[in-house]
């Protein structure tokens, strides 16, 4: 199994940037697809972004297409998802996701991840 903690979230302004990372432990991170979630209070967890096994393919919601970028270092064990142009719609806590099983292209639930971190606050005041 593998363990998953994330970092760098804070509280930015508006237009600001923030990269969050994701270290993983305890199994082949490479064996792993990788995602990003987020849940804003009061609303379901949403999908954000994810990356396959070898970083030759990302995917990114809608609703961050053209200002985040989701990359991982496998000799590191760590997926980085980097947020510019942040909005305060932005704001939620971010929870990384990994999954050894299924298929990548489908992935886009919660159900879709097996493995989660902790989750870290991310505040982007207007």
């Known amino acids: 199994q593998v363990q998953l903690v994330e970092s760098g979230g804070g509280l930015v302004q508006a237009g600001d940037s923030l990269r969050l990372s994701c270290a993983a432990s305890?199994?082949?991170?490479?064996?792993?697809?990788m995602g990003w979630f987020r849940q804003a209070p009061g609303k379901e967890r949403e999908f954000v972004a994810k990356i396959n096994r070898a970083a030759s393919d990302v995917r990114l919601s809608d609703a961050v297409k053209g200002r985040f970028t989701i990359s991982r270092d496998n000799a590191k064990r760590t997926v980085y998802l980097e947020m510019n142009k942040m909005k305060p719609e932005d704001s939620a806590v971010y929870y990384c996701a990994a999954e050894d099983a299924g298929n990548y292209y489908l992935a886009t639930s919660t159900t879709d991840f097996g493995y989660w971190g902790q989750g870290t606050q991310v505040t982007v005041s207007s």
């Open positions: 305890g199994s082949t991170f490479s064996s792993y697809f």
